[in-house]
C-alpha cells in the first residue's frame, strides 16, 4: 500500500479524503486535532500548519502522495482588510505549505503525486476576495515552478474549487435563503460537496492521472468558464 500524507484531515475536505484513500492506502493525517475513530489505516500526528514544524521522524521513510488542505475564507472588502489579515492568509496557505513541502521533499518516492487548493477566485476576480485570492494565487504559481523543477520524478497540481459545503464555509452557508443564492450562481446549479474534491484529489494522487502535472484544475461546477445566467 502506498503511503499518503494530508496535511489537514480532521473535517472538510480533507476528512472526505481520507475516508476513501484509507481503504487501500496507509494515510497519516497531521492535523490540530483528531477524533474520528472508526478508520483503521490512518495515523494521526499532532500538528499545527501556523506554527509547527512537521517532525518527519513519525512518517514512514517513504512517501508516495501528499495534500496539503489547510486553508481560509476571509470575505471582506478590501478597505476592512487589514495588512495583518493578509500575513495570515498568507502564512496558513502558502508559507506553511512552503514549509511543509521542504520538510517532506526527501521522503518523497519517484512517481510520487502533490495536490494543493487553490479557488476559482484566482482565475476568476470576484468582489471581497482580494486577500484569499492573493495567498491562493502564489499557491498556483508555486505549483507550476515546482512541476516543472521536480518533472518527471514528482507530479505536483493544485485543484482550484467555488465554495464547498465545508465547516470552513458554514457561515456563507447557514440558512437556507443562502444556499439557494449561492447554488444559482454555478451553472450546475449546486454548491461543491466534500466529495466532490476528495474524489478529484484521490484521482491526481492515483497513477490515473499520471500524465498529468503542473494544471490547476478547476472543480466550480462550471462557474470559472461558463456564463449562464
Same mark, same amino acid.
Given at each position: 500500500?502506498?503511503?499518503?500524507?494530508?496535511?489537514?484531515?480532521?473535517?472538510?475536505?480533507?476528512?472526505?479524503?481520507?475516508?476513501?484513500?484509507?481503504?487501500?492506502?496507509?494515510?497519516?493525517i497531521?492535523?490540530?486535532?483528531?477524533?474520528?475513530t472508526?478508520?483503521?489505516?490512518?495515523?494521526?500526528?499532532?500538528?499545527?500548519?501556523?506554527?509547527?514544524f512537521?517532525?518527519?521522524?513519525?512518517?514512514?521513510?517513504?512517501?508516495?502522495?501528499?495534500?496539503?488542505?489547510?486553508?481560509?475564507?476571509?470575505?471582506?472588502?478590501?478597505?476592512?482588510?487589514?495588512?495583518?489579515t493578509?500575513?495570515?492568509?498568507?502564512?496558513?496557505?502558502?508559507f506553511?505549505?512552503?514549509?511543509?513541502?521542504?520538510?517532506?521533499?526527501?521522503?518523497?518516492?519517484?512517481?510520487?503525486?502533490?495536490?494543493?487548493?487553490?479557488?476559482?477566485?484566482?482565475?476568476t476576480?470576484?468582489?471581497?476576495?482580494?486577500?484569499v485570492?492573493? @495567498?491562493k494565487?502564489?499557491?498556483?504559481?508555486?505549483? $507550476?515552478?515546482?512541476a =516543472?523543477e521536480?518533472? &518527471?520524478?514528482? *507530479? %505536483?497540481?493544485?485543484?482550484?474549487?467555488?465554495?464547498?459545503?465545508?465547516?470552513l464555509? @458554514?457561515?456563507?452557508?447557514?440558512?437556507d435563503?443562502? $444556499?439557494?443564492?449561492? =447554488?444559482?450562481?454555478? &451553472?450546475?446549479? *449546486? %454548491?461543491?460537496?466534500t466529495?466532490?474534491?476528495?474524489?478529484?484529489?484521490?484521482?491526481?494522487l492515483?497513477?490515473?492521472?499520471?500524465?498529468?502535472?503542473?494544471?490547476?484544475l478547476?472543480?466550480?461546477?462550471?462557474?470559472?468558464?461558463?456564463?449562464?445566467?
Open positions: 500500500m502506498k503511503n499518503i500524507l494530508l496535511i489537514g484531515g480532521s473535517h472538510g475536505i480533507g476528512l472526505s479524503l481520507a475516508r476513501i484513500l484509507q481503504k487501500n492506502h496507509n494515510v497519516y497531521a492535523s490540530r486535532t483528531w477524533e474520528v472508526d478508520l483503521p489505516n490512518v495515523s494521526h500526528l499532532r500538528f499545527d500548519a501556523t506554527k509547527d512537521l517532525d518527519t521522524s513519525e512518517l514512514p521513510d517513504q512517501i508516495d502522495g501528499f495534500v496539503y488542505c489547510p486553508g481560509s475564507i476571509n470575505l471582506k472588502p478590501f478597505k476592512m482588510l487589514s495588512l495583518e493578509f500575513k495570515e492568509d498568507m502564512h496558513l496557505n502558502f506553511s505549505l512552503v514549509n511543509v513541502v521542504k520538510d517532506i521533499m526527501p521522503l518523497l518516492s519517484d512517481g510520487s503525486s502533490m495536490v494543493f487548493f487553490s479557488t476559482v477566485a484566482v482565475q476576480g470576484m468582489p471581497f476576495h482580494t486577500s485570492a492573493a @495567498a494565487g502564489a499557491i498556483e504559481g508555486f505549483t $507550476k515552478s515546482l =516543472a521536480y518533472a &518527471p520524478r514528482i *507530479r %505536483v497540481n493544485a485543484i482550484a474549487p467555488s465554495l464547498v459545503d465545508t465547516p464555509s @458554514a457561515r456563507l452557508l447557514n440558512n435563503k443562502k $444556499k439557494e443564492m449561492m =447554488a444559482e450562481r454555478h &451553472p450546475l446549479k *449546486r %454548491v461543491g460537496n466529495e466532490d474534491l476528495a474524489q478529484i484529489a484521490r484521482f491526481l492515483s497513477t490515473d492521472s499520471a500524465w498529468i502535472t503542473g494544471q490547476i478547476g472543480v466550480d461546477g462550471g462557474l470559472s468558464t461558463l456564463n449562464v445566467n
